[in-house]
């Protein structure tokens, strides 16, 4: 059985579509991510499959309890982490997580052995008995994800789970996702706007645009959609001979040619390099510079959307009838739409 299971769901809010009938399935055990600027929908389809909003349109199920009719099953199941810190800072972390495993009903035997595993989980447990305003900022992002993972669910949803927190910490956390994914077995869902977060982390990638999904794969196969990677080459003079000779090069799969360029497109480029120049110098071409590009998943949402990430989310607005913008975030507990 899949984790979760998507069928056309949509969402609107008056005169704007956020969710744009979405299908799609993840696996048990999946690391998935869903890519894409603010506003494209992505925090909007997690409160969904939370139960936090109601789909317009469509059907989802999570560890197959249906989002509509089984709201309380589907909360039981899951785990979440928003955007925005929801701790109490002037409790411990154990504190704050002897608490939300109260909420889940986990007896005291329980609660305590489920404390000491997420700590160490996410190496916190020399810190347990410190106030959570001590911790860095990347201390309380790890808390809030042992705080997701207290009660076992089968599923965890993280929205944007790195954001505001420096490179070097960003990483950092990237190693707690994997290793609760690994160690607990725990499905993983995230969303984020970080390109290398979801080529590093993910099993396989989303991308999200204006509500829509508008490409599903591996991070390498979605790469690959960009035919390999392309050298650069600066020249000094007619770059026609050089063309001619790359054109009879198995490994050569496309040439670009500009006034003082040629772009060429292969395999393995860092293993060409040395070719492509050896070939210059035997027709007497002579190179400026070298440049090696390789595929990212920002240009695979660029020939996609004709856009790169950051236009994307200059162009969102918020919806007309005055619902926050999706990439405002959820910063305590909500209620279900009745």
Not at 63 to 85: C, H, K, L
Not at 163 to 170: I, P, V
Not at 251 to 270: A, Y
Not at 277 to 289: E, F, K, M, P, Y
Request: charged share 30%; aromatic share 4%.
């Amino acid at each position: 059985m899949d984790a979760i299971q998507v069928d056309t769901l949509t969402k609107r809010f008056e005169t704007t579509t956020a969710v744009d009938g979405l299908s799609f399935t993840v696996e048990q055990g999946e690391l998935f991510g869903m890519l894409g600027p603010n506003g494209a929908g992505k925090s909007t389809l997690i409160n969904i499959l939370c139960t936090l909003l109601k789909p317009s349109d469509g059907r989802a199920t999570v560890n197959g309890y249906d989002i509509r009719e089984e709201t309380a099953a589907v909360r039981d199941s899951i785990g979440i982490v928003f955007q925005e810190p929801a701790l109490d800072e002037e409790l411990t972390g154990a504190e704050n997580l002897a608490f939300h495993a109260r909420l889940y009903g986990l007896g005291k035997a329980e609660r305590t052995e489920r404390i000491d595993e997420v700590l160490e989980l996410v190496d916190l447990a020399t810190v347990r008995d410190e106030p959570v305003k001590q911790y860095s900022g990347g201390m309380k992002r790890r808390l809030e994800i042992a705080r997701g993972l207290i009660h076992e669910p089968a599923v965890l949803f993280l929205d944007e789970p790195t954001l505001g927190l420096d490179a070097q910490t960003r990483r950092a956390t990237w190693e707690y996702i994997r290793r609760m994914n690994e160690d607990a077995g725990v499905t993983v869902v995230l969303t984020t706007h970080y390109m290398e977060e979801a080529d590093q982390l993910c099993d396989r990638v989303a991308i999200v645009d204006q509500g829509k999904i508008v490409a599903l794969d591996t991070p390498e196969a979605l790469k690959d959609q960009q035919g390999g990677d392309v050298i650069v080459v600066g020249l000094d003079g007619d770059a026609a001979t050089l063309v001619a000779q790359l054109e009879t090069q198995s490994w050569v799969r496309e040439i670009d040619v500009t006034e003082t360029e040629v772009h060429v497109t292969l395999e393995l480029g860092e293993t060409r390099i040395p070719d492509l120049v050896r070939i210059a110098d035997d027709v007497g071409v002579a190179i400026t510079s070298v440049e090696l590009r390789k595929p990212s998943l920002e240009t695979v949402f660029l020939s996609l959307t004709g856009s790169t990430l950051r236009e994307a989310a200059e162009q969102t607005t918020a919806p007309e009838d005055g619902t926050p913008s999706d990439d405002r975030a959820t910063s305590g507990p909500v209620e279900a739409e009745q």
